[in-house]
């Protein structure tokens, strides 16, 4: 700035001076050589009087910039708005904040995050434990303890069944993550629903028969969904595996396909044991499980898993449920 100032001021000396000279041969008058001195001189002296006033703005105006950046990145602090004018000040402030905004929102969704990885790890621990501490202590009572091979294979069964636990609870750890920091991609293609639901059904046929639980499927065989079949099948059969597991001995289980305008709507009814009505919104949320099913294996993520899934091709699940009278679970896909 300062140089462009000097710059334009020698341009101006010069030319004054050239006239003056200019003037003086043409005239030969001394006095029009004075006073073309005397212009000059003034002209330098509001030259450097303009340059100093304009630097000292210049540098009153970046050190307030410098200042509310400052206090804008360490304290959080909220810029000053200037007015409604169209003057460079009140452009630079709006953009301020503007950045400012978005920094506040970063920072709140960065807080979120936190607290939300917080939540899982103290989750997990939480689910871990409890396997872990069983798996030393039937490790330490065959080392310890002399046991019958009876006894033995016992505890290595228990053994096998909390590994299991622990694995099973590791894979659907990684799919989840997966899931929500969209690592894994669902695929819309146009299939066969059918296709998915015996996808989703063969995965249950035998725990099913094992508790003589009879299995319907009501579903047209040409309806096609714009939908992933491996995925879908994977959240249907988390809700067809519940029905198995919290229903009794000799039930049934009824899978029925409705076509709405928007959506396909999926219901899994079976005539179990019901779910509280003030259980049932946290049935969703990872790990919760209902008191009553400790005794069932499970770690309480196959709700959750199925939301996040169904939820990511645009659709949504919800429970109607009576206690003693069963539940249904009716998904809804959308059909693009
Ligand atoms: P998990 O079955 O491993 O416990 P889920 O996330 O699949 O985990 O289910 C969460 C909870 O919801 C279960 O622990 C159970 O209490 C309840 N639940 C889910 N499906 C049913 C069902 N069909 N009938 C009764 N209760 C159910």
């Not at 804008?72 to 953009?95: H, L």
């Not at 991609?185 to 299939?191: F, G, H, R, V, W």
């Not at 998915?196 to 995965?203: E, K, R």
């Not at 096609?224 to 000799?250: I, M, Q, R």
Request: proline letters at 3%; glycine letters at 6%.
């Amino acid at each position: 700035m300062k140089t462009r100032f000097l710059f334009i001021g020698m341009g101006m000396v010069i030319s004054m001076l050239a006239i003056s000279v200019i003037l003086f041969t043409i005239t030969d008058e001394p006095w029009i050589l004075v006073s073309g001195g005397l212009l000059t001189v003034c002209a330098i002296a509001w030259l450097l009087l303009c340059t100093r006033f304009f630097a000292k703005r210049l540098s009153l105006f970046t050190k307030g910039l410098c200042q509310t950046m400052d206090r804008m990145i360490n304290n959080g602090e909220k810029p000053v708005q200037v007015g409604d004018t169209e003057t460079i000040f009140a452009r630079i402030s709006y953009r301020l904040f503007r950045l400012y905004t978005i920094m506040q929102e970063n920072r709140r969704k960065v807080e979120e995050e936190r607290q939300e990885l917080q939540m899982l790890i103290s989750d997990i621990s939480h689910q871990v434990k409890t396997p872990v501490s069983n798996l030393k202590m039937v490790t330490d009572t065959l080392l310890e303890k002399p046991v019958t091979i009876q006894e033995q294979r016992d505890f290595l069964q228990g053994i096998r069944s909390q590994t299991d636990k622990l694995e099973f609870l590791f894979q659907s750890l990684v799919k989840t993550s997966r899931l929500e920091t969209g690592a894994i991609q669902l695929e819309k293609k146009d299939n066969p629903l059918l296709d998915t639901l015996a996808l989703a059904c063969s995965g249950i046929v035998y725990g099913a028969e094992i508790k003589n639980i009879s299995v319907t499927v009501q579903c047209p065989e040409d309806l096609h969904l714009c939908h992933d079949s491996k995925w879908t099948a994977e959240a249907l059969f988390n809700l067809l595996d519940n029905a198995v597991k919290y229903t009794p001995k000799g039930g049934k289980i009824c899978v029925s396909v409705e076509q709405w305008e928007m959506y396909v709507k999926l219901d899994v009814t079976d005539t179990g044991k019901g779910i509280l009505e003030s259980n049932q919104a946290a049935i969703f949320r990872r790990f919760y499980r209902e008191e009553e099913v400790h005794e069932e294996p499970g770690v309480g993520i196959g709700l959750y898993l199925a939301r996040e899934i169904i939820t990511q091709q645009g659709g949504y699940i919800k429970v109607t449920s009576e206690i003693g009278n069963g539940s249904t679970f009716s998904v809804f896909l959308p059909w693009n």
